[in-house]
Structures are given as structure tokens and as C-alpha cells.
């Protein structure tokens, strides 16, 4: 089954009941047994919900999974993973990432003495090298956020696999119409599909999707445990949401394209961070391993300065200043001070992350407008 296909029918059914082509929002809490220990496959809805199941399902055909498991956000998911470890343990992870997952790792995970080591991962020798004996899980973001790094996934899970260690993508900035992480070699990827899964901004939730069948037990089993699941009325959005991810992502990708070429010549810019440019450090990897370049664009002034940043910030019509990204809309962010502000400020200067950088999630407007916003707030 072709991508375009998978997204509207893999893993859904009619309503048996119905006939509806929609999957029902099952807005229930208990189900009725028919006597103790007999029922039809569903107990409680924290365990099991059918709206949740019929988006796990359909998840897990997008990545080339066995199973996938839904939750209450993107970092809820993370949680589950982080989880998986043990006090004394370590993750690998790289040095550009999401500024909560970082938080998560560092401020909560860290205090129960799980230890985290952020490193640049541009190349692979350097993984191989940093491993160490208490590592049990790489931790991979590509396209890094905010600065668009690429990581080579197959030759770092090659590495890790030889060393028997765990390896996780967040495949939130790519999604899965542009990557396929499992089919590189990871053990698990995970997204926030409020992003680019569900392309509404309507919506809140996360999952992971493995290969494993003993990897999606533990995990299911932590998703029951811990309780953080999405509501059904959540998983109906997402559902909803990404029969029109093939067709958002074309247009979302084709936009940002000539966005990054046109910051590229604009005098007042001094840095466009987009994988499509040849003389982007890793474009060969991406090319071989993304079907296109992403729609995320991170740029940094000449006049390197908040304040800088500040007025191009406040001045744009259609690129709405806001946390996020992925949805049908454009959003213009400022992640020093909104999405990565909770890493310290000398963390974020050394992989390049200024005062002045600004990031672009490009939407499916028409592109000669968002153009013209761009260079009127520039």
C-alpha cells in the first residue's frame, strides 16, 4: 500500500455497527461485561479505548511499525521511554534538541539519577565514541530543532545495535511522509502529533511506534500504568488530521523550499539553517534519507540581537507568532526565548542557537504572500 493510500484507509475499518467511514469517538469511560472476565476486548478506557486503537493502528502502518501507543502529548511519550531506564543509567542524546525534552531529561529524570550527555551527532564516529558503559539509549533528533542538524539514523543505530543499545527518533520535524526511522534501524520513533500529524493546531497528543512485539508490551503496559493518554475525542482530530498529511507536507515542503532561498540572498539575513541547500553540512545524508528537506527553517540575523529578532518578530501579518509548528498556518517563533528557553543560555550558544535566530514552521498558504510578509517585516 502506497503512502497516500495508507493515510486515509491503513489500519481503519467502517464501523462495524454503522457503516460510518469515520471512525466514532467512543466517549466512554467504562464498558459493560457481560459477565466477570467476558467482555468484548475492552475494560476500561484508560486501558483501551476503540478511537485510540484505530489511530494506533493507523500509526503504526505510516511508520512501518508492528504497534504504536498513543498519549496525552509528545513529552507524555517521552516520559513512557525514559521509563524504560533505570537509576545510573545513561542517554546519549543529541546537543540541538526540543527544549522540554531536554527539561524532561535533565530537571526530572535527572533528580531520580538518570544521567544525560548531549553531543553533536553530525557525525557518527563521534556516537561510537561517547558511548560509554552505563549508555542504554541513544536519543535522536533529525532535523535537529532548532537548527536543522541532520543525524545520520542508519549508521548510528548500526553503531548502537552492535553495542546493545537502545536507539529512539523524535520524527516530529520530519513525519513520517518524509522519514521512516524503524526501516533505518531504530528501536522506537516517537512524535508529537499535535505537530505535523494532526496539521490543525486543534489539537494535543503523542506517540511511539516499534518493530518489537516485548517493546510494545512494556510499553503499553507504562501508557496503563502511568495513565497519560489522549482522550478519544483527541485521537478522532489526529485521525482526521492526517488524511491530509501527504498533501499538506507536498505543499508545506514546496513553500519552504523557495522561503530558504529567498532568506538565502536577503542582505539583512547572515545564516539560513534548511538540510536543502548542498552546502548544508549533512544534505547527502538528508537526500538519501528524507524524501524531501522539511518545512522548518531557521534563520539568524546580520544584526545579531534580540531586539533585532524582536521587530521582525512583531511585524509579520501572516506568520503568526506563536509556539508549535506543523499546522496548515505559518508560525514565526523565537526560540531563545519561547521553546528553548528552559536550556541555559550558554548551552544554546554553543550549537548556535543566538538571541537573534528565528524559526519558521511554513505553512500551505500561497508562497508569494508569505514571501512578501517575510520581506516586509525583514
Same mark, same amino acid.
Given at each position: 500500500?502506497?503512502?497516500?493510500?495508507?493515510?486515509i484507509?491503513? *489500519?481503519?475499518?467502517?464501523? &462495524?455497527?454503522?457503516?460510518?467511514?469515520?471512525?466514532?469517538?467512543?466517549?466512554?469511560?467504562?464498558?459493560?461485561?457481560?459477565?466477570?472476565?467476558?467482555?468484548?476486548? !475492552?475494560?476500561?478506557?484508560?486501558?483501551?479505548?476503540? /478511537?485510540?486503537?484505530?489511530?494506533?493502528? %493507523?500509526?503504526?502502518?505510516?511508520?512501518?511499525?508492528?504497534?504504536?501507543?498513543?498519549?496525552?502529548?509528545?513529552?507524555?511519550?517521552?516520559?513512557?521511554?525514559l521509563?524504560?531506564?533505570? /537509576?545510573?543509567?545513561?542517554?546519549?542524546?543529541?546537543?540541538?534538541?526540543?527544549?522540554?525534552?531536554?527539561?524532561?531529561?535533565?530537571?526530572?529524570?535527572?533528580?531520580?539519577?538518570?544521567?544525560?550527555?548531549?553531543?553533536?551527532?553530525?557525525?557518527?564516529?563521534?556516537?561510537a565514541?561517547?558511548? *560509554?558503559?552505563?549508555?542504554?539509549?541513544?536519543?535522536i533528533?533529525?532535523?535537529?530543532?532548532?537548527?536543522? %542538524?541532520?543525524?545520520?539514523?542508519?549508521?548510528?543505530?548500526?553503531?548502537?545495535?552492535?553495542?546493545?543499545?537502545?536507539?529512539?527518533?523524535?520524527?516530529t520535524?520530519?513525519?513520517?511522509? =518524509?522519514? %521512516?526511522?524503524?526501516?533505518?534501524?531504530?528501536?522506537?520513533?516517537?512524535? @508529537?502529533?499535535?505537530? !505535523?500529524?494532526?496539521?490543525h493546531?486543534?489539537?494535543?497528543? *503523542?506517540?511511539?511506534?516499534?518493530?518489537?512485539?516485548?517493546?510494545a508490551?512494556?510499553?503499553?503496559?507504562?501508557?496503563?500504568?502511568?495513565?497519560?493518554?489522549?482522550?478519544?475525542?483527541?485521537?478522532?482530530?489526529?485521525?482526521?488530521?492526517?488524511?491530509?498529511?501527504?498533501?499538506?507536507?507536498?505543499?508545506?515542503?514546496?513553500?519552504?523550499?523557495?522561503?530558504?532561498?529567498?532568506?538565502?540572498?536577503?542582505?539583512?539575513v547572515?545564516? $539560513? !539553517?534548511?538540510?536543502?541547500? &548542498?552546502?548544508?553540512?549533512?544534505?547527502?545524508?538528508?537526500?538519501?534519507?528524507?524524501?524531501?528537506?522539511?518545512?522548518?527553517?531557521?534563520?539568524? =540575523?546580520? #544584526?545579531?540581537?534580540?531586539?533585532?529578532?524582536?521587530? $521582525?518578530?512583531?511585524?509579520?501579518?501572516?506568520? @503568526?507568532?506563536?509556539?508549535?509548528?506543523?499546522?496548515? #498556518?505559518?508560525?514565526?517563533?523565537?526560540?531563545?526565548s519561547?521553546?528553548?528557553?528552559?536550556?541555559?543560555? #550558554?548551552?544554546?550558544?554553543?550549537?548556535?542557537?543566538?538571541?537573534?535566530?528565528?524559526?519558521?514552521?511554513v505553512?500551505?498558504?500561497?508562497?508569494?504572500?508569505l514571501?512578501?510578509?517575510?520581506?516586509?517585516?525583514?
Open positions: 500500500m502506497k503512502f497516500a493510500t495508507k493515510v484507509h491503513a *489500519g481503519l475499518e467502517p464501523d &462495524p455497527s454503522t457503516g460510518a467511514i469515520m471512525t466514532p469517538i467512543y466517549q466512554t469511560s467504562t464498558y459493560v461485561q457481560e459477565a466477570p472476565g467476558q467482555h468484548k476486548g !475492552y475494560e476500561y478506557a484508560r486501558t483501551q479505548n476503540p /478511537t485510540r486503537r484505530a489511530l494506533e493502528k %493507523n500509526l503504526a502502518a505510516l511508520e512501518n511499525g508492528t504497534d504504536a501507543i498513543c498519549f496525552g502529548s509528545g513529552l507524555a511519550a517521552q516520559d513512557a521511554v521509563k524504560l531506564l533505570k /537509576t545510573g543509567e545513561e542517554i546519549l542524546s543529541v546537543n540541538d534538541l526540543y527544549g522540554g525534552s531536554y527539561r524532561q531529561m535533565v530537571r526530572v529524570f535527572g533528580v531520580w539519577g538518570l544521567r544525560s550527555r548531549f553531543i553533536n551527532m553530525t557525525h557518527a564516529h563521534t556516537v565514541e561517547a558511548i *560509554g558503559p552505563q549508555t542504554r539509549m541513544i536519543w533528533e533529525t532535523p535537529t530543532n532548532p537548527m536543522l %542538524n541532520i543525524v545520520d539514523i542508519e549508521a548510528v543505530c548500526t553503531i548502537a545495535r552492535q553495542r546493545g543499545v537502545l536507539t529512539v527518533v523524535d520524527n520535524f520530519a513525519s513520517p511522509y =518524509l522519514q %521512516n526511522p524503524l526501516d533505518l534501524g531504530a528501536d522506537i520513533v516517537l512524535h @508529537s502529533a499535535t505537530k !505535523y500529524l494532526g496539521g493546531s486543534d489539537a494535543v497528543l *503523542g506517540c511511539l511506534v516499534v518493530r518489537d512485539a516485548a517493546l508490551e512494556q510499553l503499553h503496559f507504562i501508557q496503563n500504568a502511568s495513565g497519560a493518554i489522549p482522550g478519544p475525542m483527541d485521537c478522532f482530530l489526529i485521525l482526521r488530521g492526517i488524511k491530509t498529511l501527504h498533501l499538506r507536507m507536498q505543499r508545506a515542503c514546496e513553500n519552504a523550499e523557495a522561503i530558504a532561498h529567498f532568506l538565502k540572498r536577503h542582505p539583512k547572515s545564516q $539560513v !539553517y534548511w538540510p536543502g541547500f &548542498p552546502d548544508h553540512p549533512n544534505h547527502a545524508i538528508a537526500r538519501r534519507q528524507m524524501r524531501h528537506f522539511g518545512a522548518m527553517i531557521s534563520f539568524d =540575523l546580520k #544584526e545579531n540581537s534580540f531586539e533585532a529578532a524582536r521587530q $521582525v518578530l512583531s511585524r509579520t501579518r501572516l506568520f @503568526s507568532l506563536a509556539e508549535s509548528l506543523g499546522g496548515v #498556518e505559518s508560525l514565526i517563533g523565537h526560540p531563545a519561547m521553546t528553548h528557553a528552559s536550556i541555559p543560555r #550558554e548551552e544554546r550558544l554553543k550549537v548556535g542557537l543566538t538571541d537573534s535566530l528565528i524559526r519558521l514552521s505553512g500551505v498558504e500561497d508562497v508569494e504572500d514571501i512578501a510578509d517575510l520581506e516586509a517585516a525583514l
